[in-house]
């Protein structure tokens, strides 16, 4: 692959997730925010070395952990053009609740989170008006 087609695919910055049950998260990513799997690289043991979803624009990558790197779980910001539609449809593909959505007028944004089946906190938002 050159320089020039991975400028174009991953941006300056690429969250990696090491979680257990890659498969899992994989679905729950489909599920919520209309993931759409781009890479899927099995080890010999059947545990899943490397994996990415795109989200919008955006990659996210991902792999199951191994004797010297750990979990590894997040909070990730997603910028969404519902936050109540996004925090529902997560909740609804198995993620739980950690704050539903409300506006948050000094940051002109309303948000919620989940937290995905593999401990990872989604944090869907959108711009509303300042207050």
């Known amino acids: 692959m050159s320089s020039a087609t991975v400028d174009k695919v991953y941006h300056t910055i690429t969250p990696y997730l090491v979680v257990d049950d890659v498969a899992r998260l994989i679905e729950f990513l489909v599920a919520a925010f209309d993931a759409r799997e781009r ?24 792999g199951e952990p191994t004797g010297d790197i750990g979990l590894m779980p997040a909070s990730i910001y997603l910028r969404v053009d519902d936050a109540d539609a996004a925090y529902a449809r997560a909740i609804a593909a198995g993620g739980t609740s950690v704050a539903e959505p409300k506006d ?3 940051a002109g ?23």
């Not at 401990?119 to 509303?128: E, K, L, V």
């Open 39 to 62: 890479i899927r690289l099995p080890r010999a043991d059947g545990s899943v070395m490397h994996a990415e979803v795109a989200i919008g624009d955006s990659i996210v990558m991902m």
């Open 104 to 106: 948050q007028p000094h």
């Open 109 to 131: 944004e309303r948000y919620g989170g989940v937290k995905d089946p593999c401990g990872n906190i989604w944090w869907p938002a959108m711009a509303i008006e300042r207050g």
